[in-house]
């Protein structure tokens, strides 16, 4: 449960992030902002699935 619970607070940041990087005025900025929240994502995301991996290997006996 705690790897479920981890990857949905890095996802209601991430979202955070992203309503919020419109009202800054430095597109470049923003980009780069964007652009690492999608990569946090996306790890965050394969963590989730090798964990839970792990998990239904070790309940499995």
Known sequence: ?????A?????GAALNV???AKEYPDKSYNDKVLKTVTEILSKSQQLEE???????????G
């Open 7 to 11: 990857r949905a607070a890095v996802r």
């Open 1 to 5: 449960m705690g790897a479920i619970a």
């Open 50 to 60: 090798d964990i839970l991996t792990l998990v239904h290997r070790q309940m499995q």
């Open 18 to 20: 992203q309503i919020n």
